[in-house]
């Protein structure tokens, strides 16, 4: 066997098994749909295993499956590239996606859609990895837009829900958006390097750095700067950055273990792992990098700020996924690529785990999500409550864990940072924080401490949640060897690996930093003695103090020692500005969706049917007729008529020959 | 085989006569039975046309030559390029498909139906394969009756509206076209294309004769601003109507602009691009944002088609071939999945009478499969990859990048609105609780619907997963079409 055929089974053994289940999973018994959806990614598993095991001793290649299409002088082929960077997100991908679909089987055990809900998640694995495996821009786009189809279907998938097919539509149509500056992208690259390979077009970038393009008249840009701001943009769909942030928080409505999988661990950070393959072009733009940077920063602060009001278990996780994405993003921006995929994958661990952890307590409280009605479930679900503890740990950045190593390491590059808007974007995520503290303090001590609050709720929902008599009890093991199993990468894979992936060469084939300009990140890997001494060191650094502090006040708020007054002036304004998320959604449905059909409405019915229809097509049908009608008043059929008009006749016939 | 497009073309046409012309001697039963076999005995005889095409050469094969009306030099003139033969194909299959729809409806004059349906197969053949000027108009103005019967007998409460208007716009441009013949017969001095190819013109005449073609072949694609028939025609022709309607006639426009109205004059053509190219963004934007504020769904996917043959003709006004190319792939996926979407309305339509998007909500809870199926198609229909809706838009943005940025940009919007208008749709009808009585009382699609729209979906399929099966049969006659265009056809002197 050519290992070709041995990359090739980790996507398309879930294809086949995702394709099996959907078309055959209501005819046989349960068994059969999770039995194979979950062996294949298995396999996966292993496949991913066996490639980062070779990559890191040094083995790299391309592959190619077969040409999808060849036109003019151009061809485009479907294939593999194999390097450190690929293997290590096919281990992530696959080792999330394997605990997601052991926890499945139990989360959704009741649910009647439960073979159609393992067939998406297999389809999913497959478009991600075929993503991440791509060895050129279309086959990248073709993962990008697979997981997109993959994400609309299982935000929906309680398709009887109205905020259900409200938000996965949404999440479409605003991916779509995104889409349209990566497509845009991918088509100026086209055309100025003539393939769509990124060996080739990697090549030939240094030849074309200083091009400029046109863009209206004499304005002319950059055609780096140009090209990678469009695949920015797509990047900042997928990746949930401001503006187009928008779709996140409603993408809850799906069932908790895609929001684990898709929408916190892999999917979300594409966008992320798209920029880092792609570093080689974005090193040769300053502009697309501040840019990137800037947008960065404001998603990670103020983001993070919208979690901390959030009342809903997983709309507090979802706008720390935000947050924390936009940390990756500046990591990107501030050229230290391999620093935002260490984040990235750390960030897959804990906050898979954090997601998985809620989907328990979620069960616990019978399908109640609202915090306000939780409390002290550590002593009902005690597996639950240490894992979230150690996941939350792991976020909050707690020295040793490895969520500290990662987020330390990005705010340290981005203080070196030279780039234009480096110096807003440290400020900014040493803020953010304090705030990243403060919400998942507050929103694991309303779960796990305090009092049974359920118990002495007034307002009871008829359909969830626990009566006052009832008690929440601990999820089956299905549910929990998962949450362990994740829990203990989210401690000590940043202690472990911190070494040989950031101060290592392990990604200097796969990521290229420009060391003339961006000398930051390796500042940062000569300051860099041992992951143990770095732990130590974290208990003397400003972060460390603002996440003190974060943790303060949120148990200072929440055993009500301060009492914030929410009906004073300032707090109702901020409260206002929060709740409706700094007013993106209402510019988008309010505004512009409504503009737009308007628009429509406008050239339908006063273009199309009054001005065409109306007037150039039935219009001259309309004035034959008339003049039809006039006409036959020569046709009377009295002889007297004719004669009349005989005499006028010869009149003018005799006028004309006369005059000639 | 001997004279295989021949063939093509007067199966269907001889079975269409039996079905009409025989109707007493025969019972409901048997008239069925022949034409189900016309319509697979049809497609049948495609198939070695595709098999046996020669994909390197750039002539036309499998010529016939005969012969017809000595003194003006008309000739019964056959024959078949790159560009002809996808087309064939889905003619004829397209044809299978709406007979097998159809077998068991309660359709009046079934045998009329069918035979309006076979014979339009077969005269949409002759277009597609005839190389003399005055057969191809033949063919060309013959199809509109059987299309005009089958809007006018078998169509909805506004049918005779929807007939006229859409005959009268049709004939308008072709009789234009007959003037442009009739020109260049006098000129070339014979109507064969060939000649036509290489006959020297002047600029402002070939501007007069394009303007000539262009009125024909506009109104049939139909280009904006002569597409406000469409809509009308689409919603009073019945599905199987509809359904030849979308897939196969509007690509004749398509066709024929790459056939004669670009080889004829293509200094004209390279003259009024930047005009061509403003109107088919026009048709993409215009009409799909006119599209997402559709009330009834047959509309809504009719000014959908109209918005995916502005990228037709963006894809052949760039006249390079990666633009020209992926308008093909486009026609030929357009085909499969417009045809799709309307039988899905059909399928809807016969259970409840409605056609109105409130009057929906929530048949998935009713009609699972058939959601999966109708989700796959507006997917399809919205561009995404691994579909063939992916492929033809895909390239067509890509080549138009090699123009100017912003064409690229204004088509490159499509992604976002195709999807907004189909799947605004799909949640609008088929998400959500089933209140409405009549969504109560759907019933799941049948197997032979299954089968049918199944069998579009792997086209679909595998058309985007293996976009070169359609490519490498056009390769060398679009590389031959674009080095053509670049020659200037003006007179020496």
Redesign the interface.
Known sequence: MQLIHIFSIAPFAPLLASILVGLFGNKFSKVFSYGLTTASVGLAFFVAIYTLYITSHGFSGEFTL?????????TFEIGFMIDNLTALMMVVVTFVSLMVHIYTIGYMRDDPGFSRFFSYISLFTFAMLMLVMSNNF?QL??G???VG?VS??LI?FW??K?TA??AN?KA??VN??G??GL??G???I??WFGSLDYQTVFGRAAALESQE?F?VGDFSVSLFSLICILLFIGAMGKSAQIPLHVWLPDSMEGPTPISALIHAATMVTAGIFMVARLSPLFELSETALSFITIIGATTAILMGIMGVIQNDIKRVIAFSTLSQLGYMTVALGVSAYSVAIFHLMTHAFFKALLFLAAGSVIIGMHHDQDIRHMGNIKKYMPITWITFLLGSLALIGTPFFSGFYSKEIIIETTKYSQIFGSDYAYWMLVFGVFFTALYSTRLYLMVFHGTEKWKTLKLKNTHHGLSSSQIPFESSRVVTIPLILLAIPSVIIGYVSIQTLLIGDFFSTSITINQAIHTNFSVIQDHFNNPFKMGLHGFLTLPFFLMLLGILVAWLINAKYININIESKVTRYAREILQHGYGFDHLNEKYLAKW??Y???F??LKI??NL??RY??NGP?YFINRMAYKLKNFQTGYIYHYAFIMIIGLFLLMTFFIKL | MVAPLTLAIWTPIFFSILLICFTNYFSKKILSAIAISGGLLSFLITVPILMEFNYESVLFQFQEFHHWILPYRINYHLGVDGFSVPLILLTSFMTLIVIFLTLKSEIKNLNYFHGAFLMMSGLMIGVFSALDAILYYIFWEAMLIPMFLIIGIWGGTNRIYATIKFFLYTVLGSLLMLVAFIYLFFEAGSFSLLDFYHLPLTLPVQILIFIAFFMAFAVKIPMWPVHTWLPDAHVEAPTAGSVILAAIMLKLGGYSFLRFAFPIAPDAANFLQPVLIILSLIAIVYIAVIALVQQDMKKLIAYSSISHMGFVTLGIFLLIPMGVEGAYVQMISHGFISAALFICVGILYDQTHSRQIKDYGGVINKMPIFTALVVFFAMANSGLPGTSGFVGEFMVIMASAQESFWIAFIAALTLLLGAAYSLWMVKRVFYGKATNKAVLNLKEINKQQIIILGTLASFVLIIGLFPFLITDITNVTVDNFVQFMNRSKLPLS
């Open positions: 077969y040409q999808w299409l060849s036109t003019g002088s151009y279309l786009f073709f990008w837009e697979g189809l609309y279907l929906g398709y009887q109205p097919i409200h539509l479409f149509l779509r958006v889409d349209i497509l845009l991918v088509a100026l086209l055309f393009i863009l737009l059909r628009f429509g409405s050239l339908w199309d049917i065409i229809d150039l097509v049908a």
